[in-house]
């Protein structure tokens, strides 16, 4: 089976290197490209929230494979598969993050808390609905905490 996927937006902010921590200063734009009419924003500002589904386009093909590894490299962690972490070295390369709309003007959305790089490729946008949150309680591992701790803080 084959897939094929084109960018309806791409990134532009001031991040151009995937670090791993001090994303909330970041103010990123996302702007639709050429063949996505406008009319396809109209509505945003009635949610304060959205899903971005992007292409890690500059993740080397030799990283996107499942791998068996310790969180963020790091020896202290324990090691655990591709599915059981959100690194950038996944197989299709899809990243995933919930950003909050601050404003929208034309083409172009700008949002915050969004872990993307400069030239992203955008591949979806979707309102976050509190009818899809989830049900029951979330439960993580405790050492998400540790690696966590500074990726949105300055």
Do not use: C
Not at 20 to 43: C, F, K, M, R, V
Not at 66 to 92: D, E, I
């Amino acid at each position: 089976m084959e897939i094929k996927l084109r960018p309806i937006a791409y990134v532009q902010n001031d991040r151009k290197e995937a670090i791993d921590d001090n994303w909330e200063p970041i103010i990123s734009i996302i702007e639709l490209a050429e063949d996505i009419p406008e009319t396809a924003l109209e509505g945003m500002e009635g949610f304060s929230h959205f899903e971005i589904i992007f292409y890690m386009n500059q993740v080397k093909d030799e990283k996107a494979v499942p791998q068996y590894r310790h969180p963020r490299n790091n020896p202290n962690l324990p090691k655990l598969g591709t599915f059981a972490q959100r690194n950038k070295s996944r197989p299709n390369k899809l990243g995933l993050t919930t950003v909050e709309l601050i404003k929208r003007e034309g083409k172009r959305i700008w949002v915050k808390y969004l872990d993307a790089i400069h030239g992203t490729p955008v591949l979806d946008i979707k309102p976050v609905l509190k009818a899809f949150e989830p049900k029951s309680s979330i439960r993580q591992a405790a050492w998400v905490d540790e690696i966590m701790d500074k990726y949105w803080s300055s």
